[in-house]
């Protein structure tokens, strides 16, 4: 059974860091790309972060270009979101997927990816 289980969310101010973890069991992480996605009340889910599964090429949304990096650790089974200068924009539930995602548009829509984490609140005060 396929499981991914985020974790690292909370309540920091604007400014603040965070990471955010996604572990994996059930499957061979390094053999799937990874995506970040999140949610706001009320709002669509919505694209963040992507990291391939070989290269570990990293794609992020515009507005968190130079603030969030994505990572992996494959020999953990584990893939990260580090999200620095946190603002309150940035205020959601946080999701990890992955998925045989092309390195192409489809990359942003959730839709491409197969499996989904519970997600993890992040909340960022102003």
């Known amino acids: 059974q396929v499981q991914l289980v985020e974790s690292g969310g909370g309540l920091v101010q604007a400014g603040d860091s965070l990471r955010l973890s996604c572990a994996a069991s059930?499957?061979?992480?390094?053999?799937?790309?990874m995506g970040w996605f999140r949610q706001a009340p009320g709002k669509e889910r919505e694209f963040v972060a992507h990291i391939t599964s070989s290269r570990g090429t990293t794609f992020y949304r515009d507005s968190v270009k130079g603030r969030f990096t994505v990572s992996r650790d494959n020999a953990k089974n584990t893939v990260y979101l580090q999200m620095n200068n946190l603002k309150p924009e940035d205020t959601a539930v946080y999701y990890c997927a992955c998925g045989q995602v092309p390195q192409d548009w489809r990359q942003t829509r959730p839709t491409a990816y197969d499996y989904w984490g519970q997600g993890t609140q992040v909340t960022v005060s102003s």
């Open positions: 059930g499957l061979t992480l390094s053999t799937y790309a």
